[in-house]
């Protein structure tokens, strides 16, 4: 299995960047996808999740409003548009994967079963 995140970059606050993750050697159709995001000396968090048919999405409170989910399961891709960055949003984000009957709560990075290594997102004031 193999997840990879691309997009990042770096952009000025109040800028906009679109993150791809790409999954292969899995059925990606019957999995949940979760965006997580690590900033340096801090755990890493979760920014925001999807469902295995994407029919609901999931937010921290400090991005809702500004990030938007998408997965397109044909091409078993997901998406995290981010708006109105803030320096705040700087971190390495990744993706992650957990079957969707997986118990446990998602917005813990410890119940998913696959992840990428992750993009840098660098948002300057």
């Known amino acids: 299995v193999h997840l990879v995140e691309s997009g990042g970059g770096l952009v000025q606050a109040g800028g906009s960047l679109r993150l791809s993750c790409a999954a292969s050697g899995l059925t990606f159709s019957r999995f949940f996808m979760g965006w997580f995001r690590q900033a340096p000396g801090k755990e890493r968090e979760f920014v925001g999740g999807?469902?295995?048919?994407?029919?609901?999405?999931y937010y921290a409170d400090s991005v809702k409003g500004r990030f938007t989910i998408s997965r397109d399961n044909a091409k078993s891709t997901i998406d995290l548009l981010m708006n109105s960055l803030k320096p705040e949003d700087t971190a390495v984000y990744y993706c992650?994967?957990?079957?969707?009957?997986?118990?446990?709560?998602?917005?813990?990075?410890?119940?998913?079963?696959?992840w990428g290594q992750g993009t840098q997102v660098t948002v300057s004031s």
């Open positions: 992650k994967a957990r079957w969707s009957q997986r118990v446990g709560a998602f917005e813990s990075p410890d119940n998913y079963t696959y």
């Open positions: 999807i469902t295995f048919n994407g029919e609901n999405t």
